[in-house]
């Protein structure tokens, strides 16, 4: 059973730095595309960032292109996002996931074509 944990959320002030961290589990996580997603109290959960088996292609929200930097680290098996110039409207809880089937481009937005989720954690930006 493939898991994945989140760490790195937290309170920050607007225009603050956050690291998100995504720890995985088993031995296959260097073939998993993986994205983060987060979900705002009342609103459904949408797509933030993905990025490919190799980390060669990456690909973000309009809403966080620019500040956001997703990356990867196979020998870790760890997926990380950097959050910079937060907003208040960043604030949510931010899961990460793994998909075993290959996407690209807008093809890897979409929450239903993900395997694999981890619980969550909490990113709140003060104003």
């Known amino acids: 059973q493939v898991q994945l944990e989140e760490s790195g959320g937290g309170l920050v002030q607007a225009g603050g730095s956050l690291r998100l961290s995504c720890a995985v589990s088993?031995?296959?996580?260097?073939?998993?595309?993986m994205g983060w997603f987060r979900q705002a109290p009342g609103k459904e959960r949408e797509f933030v960032a993905a990025l490919s088996r190799s980390g060669d292609y990456t690909y973000y929200s309009d809403s966080v292109k620019g500040r956001f930097t997703i990356s990867r680290d196979n020998a870790k098996n760890t997926v990380y996002l950097q959050m910079n110039s937060l907003k208040p409207e960043d604030t949510a809880v931010y899961y990460c996931?793994?998909?075993?089937?290959?996407?690209?481009?807008?093809?890897?937005?979409?929450?239903?074509?993900?395997?694999?989720w981890g619980q969550g954690t909490q990113v709140t930006v003060s104003s």
């Open positions: 088993g031995r296959t996580f260097s073939t998993y595309t």
């Open positions: 996931a793994a998909r075993t089937r290959y996407c690209v481009g807008s093809g890897c937005y979409a929450s239903r074509g993900y395997d694999y």
